[in-house]
């Protein structure tokens, strides 16, 4: 099956640091990769929808200068959680649409940020 | 917008059937999808059933969909303990960006 890796699977950073996680797809391309947020033993929320040369479009309530996301290919996006605050510590998850089968989305294992 | 509800906690014996119960609010054609969660790891993609279907098998999972009440069940069968986890309901529509909308997941404790 499809596989999406994201890198790194867990970092620690102080307060007032920027932070970046990579989301790649492996195997197949992706035109649109999506951003989650989840916290402890709560849903996967929406923070953003990244698309492959175009900027990324930012659900309500979240901040697009706090949050960078830069998706360059059709492979890779990245989201820069920028002066991160302890508030921010969460796990990340992205996931990729197959670009050759839009139904089909495939998540990444999840980034664990912890801000102290 | 959409909405998607799950119970939250399942217990079943190893060897029993696990029914997982998902309603949605989108009255769109729409994709919904079956994702697992183990402890600490991302989401794996089980199923998914397009809204012009009523069911989908694949090996022990079914899918059942009745449109008109907008309820999604997944049968587990002969369910193991390697079941355990968290199972996620979503939807999306078939048009747009096609951002899944999540349900709150519902734990599933398969016991011995």
């Known amino acids: 099956g499809a596989v999406v890796s994201q890198h790194p699977s867990w970092v620690i950073c102080k307060s007032g640091t920027s932070v970046k996680i990579e989301c790649r797809s492996l195997?197949?391309?992706?035109?649109?990769m999506f951003w989650y947020r989840q916290f402890p033993k709560q849903s996967l929320m929406l923070m953003a929808t990244?698309?492959?040369?175009?900027?990324?479009?930012?659900e309500q309530g979240v901040e697009k200068d706090k949050f960078l996301i830069n998706h360059a290919s059709l492979t890779l996006s990245t989201l820069t959680v920028t002066s991160a605050h302890p508030e921010d510590s969460s796990f990340y998850i992205c996931?990729?649409?197959?670009?050759?089968?839009?139904?089909?989305?495939?998540f990444g294992p999840g980034t664990r940020l912890t801000v102290t | 917008g959409e909405d998607v509800e799950q119970s939250l906690f399942l217990s079943v014996r190893e060897g029993d059937s696990s029914v997982i119960n998902c309603t949605y609010t989108?009255?769109?054609?729409?994709?919904l999808y079956w994702y697992k969660q183990e402890p600490g790891a991302g989401l794996q993609l089980l199923t998914y059933?397009?809204?012009?279907?009523d069911m989908k098998q694949d090996q022990r999972l079914t899918v059942l969909l009745n449109k008109k009440d907008k309820h999604l069940s997944l049968r587990i069968a002969d369910t193991q303990t390697g079941d355990s986890a968290i199972y996620f309901c979503?939807?999306?529509?078939?048009?747009?960006?096609?951002?899944?909308?999540f349900g709150s997941g519902t734990r599933l404790q398969v016991q011995p």
């Open positions: 195997d197949f391309q992706a035109t649109t």
């Open positions: 996931s990729a649409r197959d670009h050759g089968k839009t139904y089909e989305q495939y």
């Open positions: 979503a939807e999306t529509p078939d048009t747009g960006r096609r951002a899944l909308t």
């Open positions: 990244s698309n492959e040369g175009s900027k990324a479009t930012y």
């Open positions: 989108d009255s769109s054609s729409t994709y």
């Open positions: 059933i397009f809204s012009n279907m």
